[in-house]
């Protein structure tokens, strides 16, 4: 299977990488090569900058460029569409503001490669993803910047394919364990106590929605009555509030967070639960509001700490960068067998490689 | 004599007369001071594109390492003309024009937060955008009738800064981070980015970053609205946030 198949159902695609350099821009490249020879019209945008010759940190490392063809559209900046040179019709004037200047959405008339710096922000790459949507493109390609992931929330997108890579860690084992700490939070199971969603969704903030940022954290106890805890309790209580809340309520079952879910919080809660025993559910919108970077839900998972989310997010495949720019490399092969092994159910590949069926050019023999 | 015409279309260094590619540089070679130290200086700089390149001083810095200061003379050009537009043009306001512009077109207090996030431990960057002190002689924002300011120093938690913005319902964040090629840095931005849009506030707080090496590339790929860099002063900063703060009211989305 290809990576484009993969992902055809999902009319807004989101990439995300776990950091900078772990291939997301060439998983775009080889998806949009896919896409177009199967003659799908595209929309491409990207919440960073995408098909810029040089790393913009470290400028020994050049990128990969994207290229496409007569009839696709793209969200980009004026200058970057002008710097193109590719003849192209202005369709419309998003209203979006980047630092790169005002994002435009245009159809291309010629072939070639252009620099896509669309919006940043969730809510409006959403707007702008469904107004090139409403412009006739089949599908649109959104593609992430370093280690950002709002895009891939389902109030955004509608599918994922995430790219990981080398640059993690000079050691294997803690690339494949990071990598599939991340797929355990993008998979966090869906919520299913009918009483928690009910709360839940009252309290949903859609991304850039109404009253976005508005909604209180609530305490949910053993006989379903909801307590709502002070506003920003979740993101800067320090750990003895959180513990004297916990054990003041000592029949908690779950906890709504409508906002941002920090690590922090989470230890907070550990030592309670771990003299009560039992479960706690931690309940978010979705996995693009948990910010864990030391532990993966699984561990949380084993202390008592169930995370849910109101809205899954479908995750099509996961691409391998192995080469980490000016450090080292791994073997590809070794590396995606690894993550198979650690990673359930989700498609690996690594499109640079000779067993990708959709690689771009052919191997180069000694002949 | 008439000044001789620039010609912007080929710029390049200048020291005797115009267009000479004359540049002066100084670098350390970890080889003893010696005659052989020399010849690799003339060499290198050969390598490096310099024409007629010249040792003008050289000396021990230490055992094993020489100091050279040379000249050379590139031979390459910039075509300025092209380097124009977006983030290029940009008039900056005074201070005064600054109020006036904000009386004019926001007509409240303007809330910002600023904070060296996660491990930095650097402040500096912070202090002479907000603090009444300033930099080079200009005031910091805290300075403004038109800006109400909370600096929160350094090595504060990105939820804890997002915490306290939603708190004083600010306008904008400022970040202070030392980017390095460490991939630590860049998640600090990143993560503040993040738990924006995860608290639905995105839409509310412009978010601009500063430090030594923050461009308006970098600022947009860390997604931010506007980076600053050395040499920013807290009037270019503060003519940012009046604009953007005006566009949005003029045009909410």
């Given at each position: 299977?290809?990576?484009?198949?993969?992902?055809?159902?999902?009319?807004?695609?989101?990439?995300?990488?776990?950091?900078?350099?772990?291939?997301?821009?060439?998983?775009?490249?080889?998806?949009?090569?896919?896409?177009?020879?199967?003659?799908?019209?595209?929309?491409?945008?990207?919440?960073?900058?995408?098909?810029?010759?040089?790393?913009?940190?470290?400028?020994?490392?050049?990128?990969?460029?994207?290229?496409?063809?007569?009839?696709?559209?793209?969200?980009?900046?004026?200058?970057?569409?002008?710097?193109?040179?590719?003849?192209?019709?202005?369709?419309?004037?998003?209203?979006?503001?980047?630092?790169?200047?005002?994002?435009?959405?245009?159809?291309?008339?010629?072939?070639?490669?252009?620099?896509?710096?669309?919006?940043?922000?969730?809510?409006?790459?959403?707007?702008?993803?469904?107004?090139?949507?409403?412009?006739?493109?089949?599908?649109?390609?959104?593609?992430?910047?370093?280690?950002?992931?709002?895009?891939?929330s389902p109030d955004v997108s509608d599918g994922?394919?995430?790219?990981?890579?080398?640059?993690?860690?000079?050691?294997?084992?803690?690339?494949?364990?990071?990598?599939?700490?991340?797929?355990?939070?993008?998979?966090?199971?869906?919520?299913?106590?009918?009483?928690?969603?009910?709360?839940?969704?009252?309290?949903?903030?859609?991304?850039?929605?109404?009253?976005?940022?508005?909604?209180?954290?609530?305490?949910?106890?053993?006989?379903?009555?909801?307590?709502?805890?002070?506003?920003?309790?979740?993101?800067?209580?320090?750990?003895?509030?959180?513990?004297?809340?916990?054990?003041?309520?000592?029949?908690?079952?779950a906890v709504i967070v409508p906002g941002a879910?920090?690590?922090?919080?989470?230890?907070?809660?550990?030592?309670v639960l771990r003299s009560r025993g039992g479960?706690?559910?931690?309940?978010?919108?979705?996995?693009?509001?948990?910010?864990?970077?030391?532990?993966?839900?699984?561990?949380?998972?084993?202390?008592?700490?169930?995370?849910?989310?109101?809205?899954?997010?479908?995750?099509?495949?996961?691409?391998?960068?192995?080469?980490?720019?000016?450090?080292?490399?791994?073997?590809?092969?070794?590396?995606?067998?690894?993550?198979?092994?650690?990673?359930?159910?989700?498609?690996?590949?690594?499109?640079?490689?000779?067993?990708?069926?959709?690689?771009?050019?052919?191997?180069?023999?000694?002949? | 004599?008439?000044?001789?015409?620039?010609?912007?279309?080929?710029?390049?260094?200048?020291?005797?007369?115009?267009?000479?590619?004359?540049?002066?540089?100084?670098?350390?070679?970890?080889?003893?001071?010696?005659?052989?130290?020399?010849?690799?200086?003339?060499?290198?700089?050969?390598?490096?594109?310099?024409?007629?390149?010249?040792?003008?001083?050289?000396?021990?810095?230490?055992?094993?390492?020489?100091?050279?200061?040379?000249?050379?003379?590139?031979?390459?050009?910039?075509?300025?003309?092209?380097?124009?537009?977006?983030?290029?043009?940009?008039?900056?306001?005074?201070?005064?024009?600054?109020?006036?512009?904000?009386?004019?077109?926001?007509?409240?207090?303007?809330?910002?937060?600023?904070?060296?996030?996660?491990?930095?431990?650097?402040?500096?960057?912070?202090?002479?955008?907000?603090?009444?002190?300033?930099?080079?002689?200009?005031?910091?924002?805290?300075?403004?009738?038109?800006?109400?300011?909370?600096?929160?120093?350094?090595?504060?938690?990105?939820?804890?800064?997002?915490?306290?913005?939603?708190?004083?319902?600010?306008?904008?964040?400022?970040?202070?981070?030392?980017?390095?090629?460490?991939?630590?840095?860049?998640?600090?931005?990143?993560?503040?980015?993040?738990?924006?849009?995860?608290?639905?506030?995105?839409?509310?707080?412009?978010?601009?970053?500063?430090?030594?090496?923050?461009?308006?590339?970098?600022?947009?790929?860390?997604?931010?609205?506007?980076?600053?860099?050395?040499?920013?002063?807290?009037?270019?900063?503060?003519?940012?946030?009046?604009?953007?703060?005006?566009?949005?009211?003029?045009?909410?989305?």
């Amino acid at each position: 299977l290809l990576l484009g198949e993969l992902t055809a159902s999902a009319r807004r695609l989101a990439l995300v990488g776990l950091a900078k350099n772990t291939g997301k821009t060439v998983a775009l490249a080889a998806l949009l090569r896919e896409l177009q020879d199967a003659g799908r019209l595209v929309g491409v945008t990207s919440v960073g900058r995408d098909g810029e010759e040089r790393d913009v940190i470290d400028s020994r490392i050049e990128k990969p460029r994207v290229l496409l063809s007569a009839g696709n559209l793209v969200a980009t900046t004026d200058g970057l569409l002008s710097a193109s040179g590719i003849p192209h019709n202005v369709l419309e004037n998003t209203g979006v503001r980047t630092p790169l200047g005002p994002v435009l959405i245009a159809r291309l008339r010629g072939h070639g490669a252009i620099e896509v710096a669309g919006p940043s922000a969730a809510a409006d790459v959403r707007a702008v993803s469904d107004a090139m949507l409403g412009h006739g493109a089949e599908q649109v390609l959104i593609d992430g910047a370093i280690d950002r992931r709002a895009a891939s929330s389902p109030d955004v997108s509608d599918g994922l394919v995430m790219s990981t890579g080398a640059i993690l860690s000079a050691d294997l084992e803690e690339v494949v364990a990071r990598t599939r700490d991340a797929v355990e939070l993008v998979r966090l199971p869906g919520l299913e106590d009918p009483l928690l969603r009910k709360l839940a969704e009252r309290t949903h903030l859609r991304t850039g929605g109404e009253g976005a940022g508005h909604a209180p954290t609530v305490l949910v106890s053993a006989d379903d009555e909801a307590l709502e805890l002070p506003p920003r309790f979740v993101l800067s209580s320090d750990p003895q509030t959180i513990e004297a809340t916990l054990a003041a309520n000592p029949s908690a079952r779950a906890v709504i967070v409508p906002g941002a879910l920090p690590e922090a919080f989470m230890r907070g809660m550990l030592p309670v639960l771990r003299s009560r025993g039992g479960e706690l559910a931690v309940v978010v919108a979705d996995s693009t509001r948990v910010f864990l970077s030391g532990k993966g839900p699984r561990w949380y998972e084993r202390q008592g700490l169930r995370l849910q989310v109101l809205q899954p997010i479908a995750l099509r495949a996961l691409t391998v960068n192995p080469v980490a720019p000016q450090s080292h490399s791994f073997d590809s092969a070794e590396l995606r067998g690894l993550l198979e092994n650690a990673i359930e159910d989700l498609p690996i590949f690594d499109v640079r490689q000779d067993d990708y069926a959709g690689r771009a050019e052919p191997a180069e023999s000694p002949s | 004599m008439p000044p001789r015409e620039v010609d912007l279309a080929a710029v390049k260094p200048y020291a005797d007369h115009l267009g000479d590619g004359l540049v002066q540089m100084s670098f350390t070679l970890p080889v003893p001071y010696s005659l052989a130290a020399r010849k690799a200086a003339l060499e290198l700089a050969a390598k490096m594109g310099f024409d007629q390149p010249e040792v003008v001083h050289y000396e021990r810095l230490t055992d094993g390492y020489t100091y050279f200061v040379m000249y050379g003379r590139c031979v390459q050009s910039i075509d300025f003309t092209a380097l124009q537009g977006e983030g290029f043009d940009i008039e900056y306001m005074t201070e005064d024009e600054v109020e006036r512009f904000a009386a004019e077109h926001v007509g409240r207090k303007i809330v910002v937060v600023g904070a060296s996030t996660g491990s930095d431990t650097h402040s500096v960057g912070i202090d002479a955008m907000l603090n009444l002190k300033g930099y080079h002689g200009h005031h910091g924002l805290e300075g403004y009738h038109a800006f109400t300011t909370y600096n929160l120093g350094s090595q504060v938690p990105n939820s804890v800064l997002v915490a306290k913005a939603i708190e004083v319902g600010a306008d904008a964040i400022l970040v202070s981070q030392t980017v390095t090629q460490q991939n630590l840095h860049v998640h600090n931005l990143t993560e503040l980015v993040e738990m924006v849009e995860a608290e639905g506030r995105r839409q509310d707080m412009i978010l601009a970053c500063g430090g030594p090496r923050v461009t308006n590339e970098l600022a947009k790929e860390l997604g931010y609205d506007a980076g600053f860099s050395k040499g920013t002063e807290p009037q270019h900063l503060a003519t940012f946030i009046v604009r953007e703060l005006a566009a949005r009211v003029a045009a909410p989305r």
